[in-house]
């Protein structure tokens, strides 16, 4: 079962009210999208997801709600054209949840989870013709222990990637848990005590497959284009690459002119467009934690344009 993290302070950031015109930029198993529909009864979700399974559950969820909803398949990257080619130019919220659903960790087949033996996957996205298994089998040692170190932060990448070179000259890497026994003859036991080594490593991967990163920053710049004035976009995040993405970019939107700062009296076209609604992240409560184990790196920021 999947459990939306931090829904009810990303709903509550967004200030909705009946009439609010609001993108759900990742559906997922529509646990924010249903919650926002309940709020909007005069108003209208767009919702976008990659993921056929995600769509379909999603759509009979949301049809218990409302009628009120229009499911766009499509990355969120592409939001802007989207949106425009169904006549909307502005909108009064936006939200991102950046984390992988649980559904899609617990089906084995989809190749997200280093705990079930399936074949290698990761696609957000189905109908794509690049997976894990594609990354694994044919990139090279330094572009795979590039990216285990820039996306999985892995002190041990090179090492890594020269073992599933080494393997991989035997026989093709084919599943899951093939690829977890190479990653662990890779790590020295005593960093397997406290986490599971090959967590950091299938999140470099999901991250590259899906091109996670990129697509990110791309959105970011349509959806505080997309906003109206008073209108927010709220964003969680679960690891520290994607915060410091949205930390950054959200920073650089609501800071003053050097220019002026410090000032008593700013002129009102050197003020930002923007502020922060919340100076720091939020972060899940303990009962949450306590209730969902998946929430414990969630992280929630908000802003909101404010001319």
Not at 70 to 79: H, R
Request: charged share 30%; glycine share 4%; aromatic share 8%.
């Amino acid at each position: 079962m999947h459990i939306s993290v931090l829904l009810n302070e990303a709903i509550e950031s967004l200030n909705l009210n009946e009439e609010s015109i609001i993108v759900d930029a990742t559906l997922g198993y529509g646990g924010h999208s249903s919650n926002i529909l309940k709020r909007i009864k005069r108003g209208h979700l767009f919702a976008f997801d990659q993921d056929r399974d995600a769509i379909t559950h999603s759509t009979n969820l949301l049809k218990q709600v409302g009628t009120n909803f229009t499911i766009i398949k499509s990355n969120f990257s592409n939001m802007t054209e989207k949106l425009h080619e169904l006549g909307v130019d502005e909108v009064d919220g936006i939200l991102f949840d950046l984390g992988v659903s649980s559904p899609q960790l617990d089906q084995k087949e989809r190749g997200f989870s280093y705990h079930y033996d399936a074949k290698l996957d990761m696609r957000m996205d189905q109908s794509s013709d690049f997976s894990a298994y594609e990354l694994i089998n044919t990139y090279s040692k330094e572009n795979l222990s590039k990216i285990f170190k820039e996306y999985g932060e892995s002190k041990f990448a090179n090492n890594i990637a020269k073992k599933i070179v080494e393997y991989r000259d035997k026989k093709q890497i084919e599943t899951t848990l093939e690829l977890v026994e190479i990653i662990k003859s890779a790590v020295p036991m005593k960093f397997r005590v406290n986490k599971h080594p090959a967590r950091q490593i299938f999140q470099a991967i999901r991250i590259e497959v899906n091109h996670e990163l990129e697509v990110l920053e791309l959105a970011l710049t349509q959806a505080l284009s997309l906003i109206k004035p008073r209108g927010r976009v709220a964003v969680i995040t679960f690891h520290s690459l994607e915060d410091r993405i949205v930390k950054r970019y959200f920073k650089e939107k609501t800071k003053v002119d050097d220019k002026v700062r410090g000032l008593p009296n700013i002129p009102s076209e050197y003020l930002p467009d923007f502020r922060l609604v919340y100076k720091n992240a939020i972060t899940p409560s303990a009962l949450e934690l306590e209730n969902n184990k998946r929430a414990r790196s969630a992280k929630l920021r908000v802003i909101e344009r404010i001319k």
